[in-house]
């Protein structure tokens, strides 16, 4: 990343999500510490830094005072997060995915795409890990609930 610190990087990132820092009124109930939205920036900082477990992210939150004060959040224990991740609801996560996608189409609808291809679109295939409890209706593959989303860029054509 050159000369500009990862730390940053992933912060100006979670900027664009645009999350609010206010609390929600039904998700955060009596919440102190661990909004939801700090959990979203939270779970995909370490997804992006590929943490292993609930130690290392509470870990690397107390080791990194720039991405404390962006998330205004000084330490959180792995119970919280456990805790915090079973209550949101797979909607919450899909509704958040479906804004980016709507707002990357958005800043990119007037661009003609490249040269030989054309314009791109988001495809992945990410397999998410449920609870097996709130998993029941998504797949199964050795005892465990998966549920997969396609994302990834793909090539549009015109017929």
Same mark, same amino acid.
């Given at each position: 990343?050159?000369?500009?610190?990862?730390?940053?990087?992933?912060?100006?990132?979670?900027?664009?999500?645009?999350?609010?820092?206010?609390?929600?009124?039904?998700?955060?109930?009596r919440t102190?510490?661990?909004?939801?939205?700090?959990?979203?920036?939270?779970?995909?900082? %370490?997804?992006?830094?590929?943490?292993?477990?609930?130690?290392?992210?509470?870990?690397?939150?107390?080791?990194?005072?720039?991405?404390?004060?962006?998330?205004?959040?000084?330490?959180?224990?792995?119970?919280?997060?456990?805790?915090?991740?079973?209550?949101?609801?797979?909607?919450?996560?899909?509704?958040?995915?479906?804004?980016?996608?709507?707002?990357?189409?958005?800043?990119?609808?007037?661009?003609?795409?490249?040269?030989?291809?054309?314009?791109?679109?988001?495809?992945?295939?990410?397999?998410?890990?449920?609870?097996?409890? %709130?998993?029941?209706? %998504?797949f199964t593959?050795?005892?465990?609930?998966?549920?997969?989303?396609?994302?990834?860029?793909?090539?549009?054509?015109?017929?």
């Amino acid at each position: 990343m050159g000369n500009i610190p990862k730390d940053q990087v992933i912060c100006k990132c979670l900027d664009l999500l645009n999350l609010s820092d206010e609390r929600d009124k039904t998700l955060d109930f009596r919440t102190q510490k661990l909004t939801v939205s700090r959990l979203v920036k939270l779970m995909i900082e %370490a997804e992006l830094r590929q943490h292993s477990s609930y130690s290392v992210i509470t870990e690397h939150l107390r080791s990194s005072d720039s991405f404390q004060q962006h998330l205004n959040l000084t330490s959180i224990s792995e119970s919280q997060i456990s805790r915090k991740l079973r209550a949101i609801p797979y909607t919450y996560c899909q509704l958040l995915f479906l804004k980016v996608t709507q707002r990357l189409q958005c800043l990119t609808k007037d661009h003609k795409g490249l040269p030989e291809l054309g314009r791109l679109h988001i495809i992945d295939s990410t397999e998410l890990t449920l609870p097996s409890v %709130a998993g029941q209706w %998504a797949f199964t593959k050795d005892n465990c609930k998966y549920l997969f989303k396609k994302t990834d860029l793909m090539k549009s054509t015109i017929f």
